[in-house]
């Protein structure tokens, strides 16, 4: 019978394995069965796409978004920068609707716009809306499905983030965008 020797570099180190290394570990696929080439064979948890959603909040129904007809990718992209000067002005909701439809939404085909290892799409996105058009002040939460903001917080008061951040910038931001994650949706494929 042929031993074979599976140590990880820390092991003949003689340092504990990290926890990640043990879960690779023991959830690596050692032989690959060919059914798995064909959807048909997979078992539901994989075929399911989880959405989060918070059906007994109130929703703001989003208008359609709109991008002109003569934006090109490659111009998109050379023209795209980080920075952190604000105009202090408000955000339309036709750009913010825009910004998450294509950002983090849905096409018509019922697919994302963005790619996802396994289709299982782990990421939520929450927007802190602090001086967006037609939009109250608060924390919102974006459904998909729907192409909505529903409103989990409303701000009460002008919310400080520069008490919470210690960055000037922060309280000039029209709009936050919080990208989570839910890691579950990825662990079960």
Not at 39 to 50: A, F, G, L, N
Not at 76 to 94: A, C, D, T
Not at 124 to 138: A, Q, R
């Amino acid at each position: 019978m042929k031993k074979t020797h599976n140590h990880s570099l820390n092991s003949l180190l003689g340092k504990s394995t990290p926890l990640f290394e043990k879960f690779h570990g023991k959830t690596k696929i050692e032989k690959l069965p060919r059914k798995e080439d064909d959807p048909k064979q997979w078992p539901k948890e994989w075929k399911t796409i989880y959405y989060k959603g918070y059906g007994r909040f109130d929703e703001l129904i989003l208008p359609r978004p709109q991008l002109p007809s003569n934006i090109y990718f490659k111009k998109v992209m050379e023209k795209r920068k980080s920075g952190r000067k604000f105009s202090n002005k408000p955000l339309s909701l036709m750009k913010l609707s825009t910004l998450l439809y294509y950002g983090a939404g849905m096409n018509l085909d019922g697919k994302r716009f963005y790619p996802s290892a396994g289709a299982r799409y782990p990421l939520e996105v929450y927007i802190l809306s602090l001086n967006t058009s037609d939009v109250l002040n608060g924390t919102y939460h974006y459904y998909l499905k729907e192409h909505s903001l529903e409103e989990l917080v409303l701000f009460k008061k002008k919310f400080n983030f520069r008490e919470f951040f210690n960055q000037g910038w922060v309280s000039k931001a029209a709009v936050f965008i919080v990208i989570t994650a839910i890691p579950s949706r990825n662990t079960n494929k």
